[in-house]
Antibody, heavy 121, light 109 residues
Framework: QVQLVESGGGVVQPGRSLRLSCAAS????????MHWVRQAPGKGLEWVAV????????KYADSVKGRFTVSRDNSKNTLYLQMNSLRAEDTAVYYC??????????????WGQGTLVSVSS | EIVLTQSPGTLSLSPGERATLSCRAS???????LAWYQQKPGQAPRLLIY???SRATGIPDRFSGSGSGTDFILTISRLEPEDFAVYYC??????????FGQGTKVEIK
């Protein structure tokens, strides 16, 4: 059974940094692309970043490009999102989601339960 | 950017009724690149439909997807109590490559 468990969220001041983690189990983590998707309180879904199965291919939404970095450690079955220069508008629940293939493809097959990031002074 | 507009914003129906949810794209979307998700309060989204028509694993056959080009439909043939939730459509292939509609809430009438 696919399980994705996010951690690392919390309250952080504007301009500071935070690193999110997503621990994967129940499937061969190193065989799938992985995404981060966020949802601001009471709002819809916004794709944030994707990383290919081997970490060689990464893409970002314009809203986070240059501030956020996605990475993975296949030996630890863990996905990361390093978030720098955080802004109030980054406040959201951050979900990790598994792709259906090793390279970024059309949809998000499995989702974690999310971790809340709140950017506030 | 491909903008997805979902309608209606809220659908008020009774259990057993048929629900028809619309997703309209600002540009043509490859049918293979359109998906639908269900989200219940406090929960993560769940994949329902991919490739516009294909049900994800474990999804009941009362859920069906249709459409092409710029107009796509999610139909729930007979609403069960557990189907009251928010539904999102999502496309792949524009820039940014993955975008979502704003959601349709299906509520109990």
């Amino acid at each position: 059974q696919v399980q994705l468990v996010e951690s690392g969220g919390g309250v952080v001041q504007p301009g500071r940094s935070l690193r999110l983690s997503c621990a994967a189990s129940g499937f061969t983590f190193s065989s799938y692309a992985m995404h981060w998707v966020r949802q601001a309180p009471g709002k819809g879904l916004e794709w944030v970043a994707v990383i290919s199965f081997d970490g060689s291919n990464k893409k970002y939404a314009d809203s986070v490009k240059g501030r956020f970095t996605v990475s993975r450690d296949n030996s630890k079955n863990t996905l990361y999102l390093q978030m720098n220069s955080l802004r109030a508008e980054d406040t959201a629940v951050y979900y990790c989601a598994r792709d259906s293939w090793q390279l970024p493809s059309e949809y998000f097959q499995h989702w974690g339960q999310g971790t809340l990031v709140s950017v506030s002074s | 950017e491909i903008v997805l507009t979902q309608s209606p914003g809220t659908l008020s129906l009774s259990p057993g009724e048929r629900a028809t949810l619309s997703c309209r794209a600002s540009q043509s979307v490859d049918s293979g690149h359109l998906a639908w998700y269900q989200q219940k309060p406090g929960q993560a989204p769940r994949l329902l439909i991919y490739g516009a028509f294909s049900r994800a694993t474990g999804i009941p056959d009362r859920f069906s997807g249709s459409g092409s080009g710029t107009d796509f439909i999610l139909t729930i043939s007979r609403l069960e109590p557990e189907d009251f939730a928010v539904y999102y459509c999502q496309q792949y292939g524009g820039s940014p490559q993955w975008t979502f509609g704003q959601g349709t809430k299906v509520e109990i009438k």
